[in-house]
């Protein structure tokens, strides 16, 4: 018996049971022996026959560890294994915290597990340890060391267990403790295939899961690099800030159709992963956003952004250097994000860079040596004027739907422009843009939208019918009727905020009809002009034909003198 208890102590928590085991059984031989109840006197005569034995234990245990050979306990440690799964059903997984290759980081295994956990950990597990998230403005709780959680999969029941094991020293850890810590999955036999094959994903893919709802979301803009490697901001091609922007789509002020629409188009996208890999096409989805300065295009993304809990990565395309350089900054955004460029009539000459006509071309030309002679010029008097972006419509439109656009997944690229007519139609055809969105000017149903925000006006004001008539025949965009519904001191209510905005529309109204009638002015004048243009040149090219026709005349006459003459 001894032996066997040796035998299973070979490692320190086995050596435990032993002698747990060994304990109950001295107390079950007393009994039984005795007939009689368990009693004080019964508990030292127990541990007086414990003590040697536990110390020929502990003796054997150092002699074994000390001089048995390395490769002999390995052997032992082996078959003791295979003889105790023998008649042990449950199997185990051990996940790491830190990886063994590289600088030691945090295994994404262990931490997924760890959010997956967290949940179960908090309702069971008695000793919790915290960690701060999102900057230290939530905590994540998790079980502590020696602490077992379970879990239920599919109606059969697992156990996580979390624990550390010293690590040899000879090891520079660079993380906290000098322990290798980890959790350990324990689950019968039978549901190998079960655990390895489908509940090891689900908890991966969960855990990432809450990682990425919990996080701390950001928004980036791309650093303006040399294009050469170094970059300013320690080697980063982005730079990031904690986005906060609280735009949401209930406060966006648009036709409530067009909002649960867009709504409806996130959503299918967000949880469309198996649909783009089974149509072969990049799970990616982009958004042209237009309208007039002041309709909401902004907000519109940043209420995309927080609908789907993505980052926000706003590229400044006159940054970039050349298409080299938005290539890689591309791969260094991560999936779940929004690429928004911002005004992408204005950031660089995208129009018409594939009308390639020959005239067009030649004037192309003439123009760049103008420009080179200027550079030079510039050069020479030490004036060296900062590098153009070479970024080009080719380079831009690879950068949308080309082979690198596929990395990472799960992205909307947007662009906003106030004149849509200006962009070159391939940049915002379907698939490259695959939803054109166009954000006008203030309805009646925007409005709404906007006195609930502003004013807490629900239902109806007796202002409204007026404000309706007024927005149907005037163009006032929402950002204006926002300005207008905005209390500007404690003393304004709802009452003068509409009043305010039936003023500002009335006067809308007025300087839409003068700036009209001028226009009509304008065009009249004009058209009177090209009237007396056209008359103009009518008489001049008849003056002109007349004398023509008199010259070919006196030519006529001339010639028959002429003959009358040869002929005499
Ligand atoms: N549709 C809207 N719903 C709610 N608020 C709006 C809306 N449109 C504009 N606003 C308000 O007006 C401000 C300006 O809007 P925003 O920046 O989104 O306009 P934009 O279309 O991006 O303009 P620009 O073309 O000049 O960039 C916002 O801060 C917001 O308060
Ligand atoms: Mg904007």
């Not at 290759?101 to 997924?112: I, M, N, P, T």
């Not at 789907?308 to 991560?334: A, G, P, Q, W």
């Not at 030079?376 to 030490?382: A, C, D, L, P």
Request: aromatic share 10%.
């Amino acid at each position: 018996m001894t032996f066997c208890l040796v035998l299973k102590a070979f490692y320190t928590p086995s050596l435990v049971i032993a002698i747990i085991l060994y304990i109950y059984k001295a107390i079950t031989n007393i009994h039984i022996n005795l007939k009689t109840p368990i009693n004080f006197k019964m508990m030292q005569d127990v541990w007086t026959q414990l003590g040697p034995t536990i110390a020929a234990i502990m003796f054997t245990w150092t002699m074994y560890q000390n001089y048995f050979p390395h490769e002999l306990r390995g052997h032992i440690r082996r078959y003791t294994d295979k003889l105790v799964s023998y008649f042990y059903p449950y199997m185990h997984i051990i996940f790491y915290e830190l990886e063994t290759e590289g600088w030691f980081e945090r295994s994404k295994a262990y931490v997924a597990i760890e959010r997956y956990l967290s949940k179960n950990s908090s309702t069971q597990a008695k000793h919790l340890k915290a960690n701060a998230v999102k900057d230290g403005q939530s905590l994540v709780l998790t079980m502590d060391d020696h602490e077992e959680i379970t879990d239920e999969y599919k109606g059969e029941k697992v156990w996580w267990i979390s624990s550390q094991k010293p690590t040899s020293r000879q090891i520079i850890s660079l993380h906290r403790e000098d322990e290798k810590r980890y959790f350990k999955l324990k689950f019968h036999k039978k549901n190998r295939d079960l655990i390895t094959n489908s509940y090891l994903k689900y908890v991966l893919d969960e855990g990432k899961a809450i990682s990425v709802r919990e996080r701390q979301r950001k928004l980036y803009t791309n650093n303006k690099g040399d294009g050469g490697g170094y970059r300013y901001r320690g080697g980063r091609m982005w730079s990031g800030v904690v986005f906060e922007h609280p735009s949401t789509f209930d406060t966006l002020a648009m036709d409530p159709n067009k909002k649960q629409e867009i709504i409806d188009d996130l959503e299918t996208f967000s949880k469309s992963k198996d649909y783009y890999a089974k149509i072969g096409k990049a799970w990616k989805r982009g958004y042209l956003l237009y309208g007039p300065p002041g309709t909401g295009k902004s907000s519109m993304i940043a209420a995309m952004a927080n609908f789907l809990k993505y980052d926000v990565y706003d590229l400044e395309l006159t940054s970039v250097k050349d298409n080299t350089e938005l290539r890689k900054l591309l791969i260094d955004t991560t999936g779940k994000s929004i690429i928004v460029i911002e005004d992408i009539d204005c950031s660089l000459d995208l129009t018409g860079q594939r009308e390639t006509n020959k005239k067009k071309k030649e004037e192309e030309d003439k123009g760049k040596n103008e420009e080179d002679a200027v550079k030079e010029k510039m050069k020479k008097g030490g004036e060296v004027k900062e590098k153009q972006s070479e970024v080009t419509l080719s380079g831009l439109l690879n950068f949308i739907d080309g082979l690198w656009s596929a990395i990472g997944g799960e992205r909307l690229i947007v662009f906003t422009t106030n004149y849509v007519e200006k962009l070159d139609p391939a940049l915002i055809r379907r698939g490259r843009m695959d939803k054109h969105i166009v954000l006008s000017y203030c309805c009646f149903e925007s409005f709404k939208v906007l006195a609930h925000n502003y004013l807490d006006v629900v239902e109806s004001h007796v202002h409204f019918p007026e404000i309706r008539r007024l927005l149907e025949e005037t163009n006032m965009t929402p950002a204006d009727v926002a300005e207008n519904l905005m209390p500007k001191s404690s003393k304004e209510n709802a009452e003068t905020c509409l009043e305010r905005l039936i003023k500002a529309l009335e006067t809308a109204k007025e300087e839409a009809k003068l700036k009209a009638e001028e226009e009509e002015r304008a065009k009249a004048a004009e058209k009177e002009k090209e009237e007396k243009d056209r008359e103009e040149k009518k008489e001049v090219t008849a003056t002109e034909e007349a004398k023509n026709a008199d010259g070919v005349n006196e030519k006529d006459n001339g010639f028959k003198e002429n003959g009358d003459v040869n002929k005499d």
